[in-house]
């Protein structure tokens, strides 16, 4: 069955701190890795990988895929108050029913 | 442009009864994707829509059920209400069918929160 592991469950940092939130998979035939923001209730879509080893970056947000390694990591560097929300991986699998695979999100708080 | 609508926004209902939930996708896109949220599996898959037809169907009971019209929107049917169907039930457009590897290109709505008693 496809996995997809989240960690942090949750993480709580100062304003300006640096985090890595992890995403590993146990997924043997995928198209895609994304990332989501999830502030209430709408994810927003930030980052989609396809291939291994190519960091994807927008502003402060980074994302990279290791394929060998099986997990996929998104840093978020100087944080805000405004990062504060739940961050979704996902995996966009072929072969058989394909369907967007989630794990269950890290919850990160930003404390001023 | 519009984004992708879903009615209602909230919902009580009691255990044995039946749910519709509509979704607009945004003007333009034909695939719609529902899943269902909830603390303690995530956000999980439901079935996906284009041109009218199931085009792919997650591990749900045969309880949920969902159609396309021909103006791509959508409606998704929760049949003999259980408490474990209390849920955030997310609707997403996209104006790729499904197998396109364009998943970036999928919109999330709102969602409907649905409470069963």
């Known amino acids: 069955e496809d996995k997809v592991v989240q960690s942090p469950l949750s993480l709580v940092v100062h304003e300006g701190d640096t985090v890595t939130l992890n995403c590993s998979y146990e997924v043997t035939n995928f198209r895609s890795l994304l990332w989501y923001k999830q502030e209430k209730k709408a994810p927003t879509f930030l980052f989609m990988l396809t291939s291994s080893g190519i960091e994807k970056k927008s502003g402060r947000l980074s994302s990279i895929l290791d394929k060998k390694e099986l997990f996929s990591i998104l840093n978020i560097t100087a944080t805000q108050t405004g990062d504060s929300a739940v961050y979704l991986c996902a995996l966009d699998t072929q072969g058989g029913s394909e369907k967007l695979v989630f794990g269950k999100g890290t919850k990160l708080t930003v404390n001023p | ?117």
């Open chain 2, 1 to 117: 442009k519009a984004g992708v609508t879903q009615t209602p926004r909230y919902l009580i209902k009691t255990r044995g009864q039946q749910v519709t939930l509509s979704c607009s996708p945004i003007s333009g896109h034909r695939s719609v994707s529902w899943y269902q949220q909830t603390p303690g599996q995530g956000l999980q898959f439901l079935f996906e829509y284009f041109s009218e037809t199931q085009r792919n169907k997650g591990n749900f009971p045969g309880r949920f059920s969902g159609r396309q019209f021909s103006n791509s929107r959508s409606e998704m049917n929760v049949s003999t209400l259980e408490l474990g169907d209390s849920a955030l039930y997310l609707c997403a457009s996209s104006p790729t069918p499904p197998g396109q590897g364009r998943r970036n290109e999928q919109f999330f709505g709102p969602g409907t929160r649905l409470t069963v008693l």
